[in-house]
């Protein structure tokens, strides 16, 4: 059995070491795809809650999405001191959509310890660009 279910957030990023405007802060409407697939229902019939998906949402939604690195000290500074920590989403890798697919499945895998299923995330940083994982 699969379900699938989709939301977006909004979301500024940068990205550290590359040449050209994706190196400055901007931001996008992104749209995440989850595709779950498993075979064992559980006791009121659902194979996983799609409430799942807010609390993910909420951890990027209207966040500055940004590597731990020398490079955004300046960034993560301003922003803290401006906005709050929680305005924040700090990843040890580049928030690239392929990136970001890659946290949300290992977060997806994380919640679902106990259940034997599979996932699929698509992520787009815009309306015809996307990076999809599956494990």
């Given at each position: 059995?699969?379900?699938?279910?989709?939301?977006?957030?909004?979301?500024?990023?940068?990205?550290?070491?590359?040449?050209?405007?994706?190196?400055?802060?901007?931001?996008?409407?992104?749209?995440?795809?989850?595709e779950v697939?498993?075979?064992?229902?559980?006791?009121?019939?659902?194979?996983?809650?799609?409430?799942?998906?807010?609390?993910?949402?909420?951890?990027?939604?209207?966040?500055?999405?940004?590597?731990?690195?020398?490079?955004?000290?300046?960034?993560?500074?301003?922003?803290?001191?401006?906005?709050?920590?929680?305005?924040?989403?700090?990843?040890h890798d580049?928030?690239?959509?392929?990136?970001?697919?890659?946290?949300?499945?290992?977060?997806?895998?994380?919640?679902?310890?106990?259940?034997?299923?599979?996932?699929?995330?698509?992520?787009?940083?815009?309306?015809?660009s996307y990076?999809?994982?599956?494990?």
């Amino acid at each position: 059995m699969k379900i699938k279910t989709e939301f977006s957030f909004d979301a500024a990023h940068r990205l550290v070491g590359y040449e050209g405007k994706r190196s400055n802060l901007h931001g996008h409407t992104w749209k995440v795809e989850i595709e779950v697939e498993g075979e064992k229902l559980d006791d009121i019939g659902m194979l996983w809650d799609f409430t799942n998906v807010k609390k993910i949402k909420e951890h990027y939604d209207h966040k500055t999405i940004l590597k731990i690195c020398k490079e955004n000290q300046d960034f993560v500074y301003y922003i803290t001191k401006t906005c709050g920590s929680d305005s924040l989403c700090l990843m040890h890798d580049n928030p690239t959509p392929e990136n970001i697919a890659k946290y949300i499945l290992d977060t997806l895998k994380i919640m679902n310890k106990k259940n034997n299923l599979s996932f699929k995330v698509k992520v787009w940083e815009s309306p015809k660009s996307y990076a999809e994982v599956e494990r």
